[in-house]
């Protein structure tokens, strides 16, 4: 799956919808699905994430991006 | 406790190891212990993280200030 961005590399918005992928990732069909609702797609780079990490993860760092945490 | 310095103001190195309080809080005595083997304080700011989210929390920033994360 292309992703050309990185979470670093966008800018974090007031409110933030944040979808995860389930653990076999995001299947084309529903990537489109949520690009055509306007959700862009954003890469955390290397490491695989555990399914029950990743939601922790992923708003510790859209809060930290956005100065409301670290 | 005086925390003069947030982790979004402090570098990260190649190698971190971090000691996280309990729910409690650290007390005078535990955090002159921590620095006096050259640790530092750093604050997360205003959230409460529970003692189990915390240190995915701060894994997560430390890996996305050195640049290997999101």
């Known amino acids: 799956l292309e992703r050309e961005r990185f979470l670093r590399d966008v800018k974090v918005k007031e409110s933030v919808i ?3 992928g389930n653990e076999g990732g995001w299947s084309q069909k ?3 699905m949520a690009q055509k609702y ?11 994430l ?3 990490v990743a939601p922790v ?3 510790s ?3 930290f991006k ?3 945490l670290g």
């Open 18 to 20: 944040a979808l995860i």
């Open 30 to 32: 529903e990537v489109e």
């Open 38 to 48: 306007g959700f862009i797609t954003v890469g955390l780079g290397n490491r695989i």
């Open 50 to 52: 555990r399914a029950e």
């Open 57 to 59: 993860v992923i708003s």
């Open 61 to 63: 760092l859209i809060l």
């Open 66 to 68: 956005s100065g409301d």
